[in-house]
């Protein structure tokens, strides 16, 4: 059997067709069935740590290394390696964001035995995504040594009270280091920086004996969709370390929105800029996005939704219970017509596939639960 022969076979792209009720095939829709899993696994996980008083950290700083070496040429992840890594951190930069409002990412490159820093810590998902899409170039020997030592000296002049961590994606099966990498794992698990590696080829000692050492994770990507899966599994916040979770007192500013047609100096972009942005409340300095830090003052500045929105890692929903709709009755309970989160109908039929009930309220979880959880929770206060 030819190489382009076994690739149909083993993808069994038959079974992604489906009958339509005028007899047409048509593909079918996974996404919106993968998402769904993706949010009840969240929901499990969150409701879990919760009952178990886990602490959790509402502000990470966390560094994306992805190896660009000669390995991630390698085309067993269609088209290569590289590619499927690119698009997949651009899923999970923007998971991230949605998942920590207040906290920070960065991204670095690994090739010819050097690391490279792609962007610096920030807020903006759009600027490390334009970033990635112009250094996807591959080249020589990867250096896991020179990527933690890069992400060391970064991540070593985070406050006290952020979450230091690192996701390295690595594709190659060897490490070409300029000195002891084990004293350089011992200067990260000295400055409380938990690393975790996601593989895409076969499992290495080295690699898992960094996340043993620095309490993180480390998993091998078997296909594309785990690659995926197992991405979005850092997106939530992981339990914070018993002796590295204490309690901190932050000094947060909430900036006002700039008038518009005013000109004024951006201290991020340093040029002026004409109108939007947001005015620091002790500085009077101008910046564009946030969440960010004032470059002037260094004082934090977010906005109340992003505060609001980073409480529900503590204080999770309680799951629901999925329940068939019947007859207009719930739980013997009386005529429900209404979503109690987003005041949709029920008597639709697109609603009828998964209605939840908990204390009385009823919630469709494909509109309301899993795309806007946080409304069902304002309604219920």
């Not at 079974?15 to 829709?29: A, H, N, W, Y």
């Not at 997949?88 to 960065?106: K, T």
Request: one cysteine or more; glycine letters at 6%.
């Amino acid at each position: 059997m030819s190489a382009w022969e076994r690739a149909y076979t083993d993808e069994r792209s038959w079974e992604s067709l489906q009958e339509d009720e005028s007899g047409l095939l048509r593909p079918i829709d996974n996404k919106s069935m993968y998402h769904a899993q993706y949010r009840r696994r969240i929901r499990s996980i969150s409701s879990t740590s919760t009952s178990a008083r886990i602490q959790k950290g509402l502000i990470r700083y966390i560094y994306v290394v992805m190896d660009f070496s000669r390995a991630a040429a390698e085309m067993d992840f269609k088209p290569s390696r590289m590619a499927v890594v690119a698009k997949h951190v651009e899923a999970f930069i923007r998971e991230f964001f949605d998942q920590n409002p207040l906290s920070q990412i960065g991204l670095v490159g690994i090739k010819d035995g050097i690391a490279h820093c792609l962007t610096d810590m920030g807020g903006s998902p759009e600027s490390h995504i334009m970033a990635l899409m112009k250094k996807l170039e591959c080249s020589g020997d990867a250096s896991l040594q020179n990527a933690l030592e890069l992400v060391h000296e970064c991540l070593n002049q985070i406050p006290s009270y952020g979450h230091r961590e690192v996701l390295i994606l690595y594709s190659a099966l060897s490490t070409c280091d300029p000195g002891d990498i084990m004293e350089t794992i011992q200067k990260c698990k000295k400055s409380k920086i938990r690393c975790s590696i996601v593989g895409l080829s076969a499992e290495m000692f080295i690699c898992k004996h960094i996340c043993q050492e620095t309490g993180g994770s480390y998993a091998i990507a078997l296909d594309e969709f785990h690659l995926k899966e197992l991405l979005l599994e850092h997106a939530p916040p992981p339990p914070a370390i018993a002796e590295y979770a204490t309690a901190n007192l932050i000094k947060m500013g909430f900036p006002q929105r700039a008038a518009e047609g005013v000109v004024s100096i951006c201290v991020c972009h340093k040029e002026a800029k004409v109108g939007a942005g947001y005015t620091c409340p002790r500085c009077k300095a101008r910046v564009c996005e946030l969440p960010t830090e004032c470059r002037i003052c260094g004082l934090t500045l977010v906005s109340s939704p992003h505060l609001a929105r980073s409480y529900h890692h503590l204080f999770p929903i309680t799951p629901f219970d999925e329940v068939s709709f019947s007859n207009g009755n719930i739980a013997g309970q009386k005529s429900l017509e209404t979503c109690f989160g987003c005041m949709q109908s029920l008597t639709n039929p697109e609603s009828k596939r998964a209605i939840t009930c908990l204390s009385g309220f009823v919630i469709c979880d494909m509109t309301c639960y899993s795309v806007q959880p946080d409304l069902a929770r304002l309604r219920m206060w």
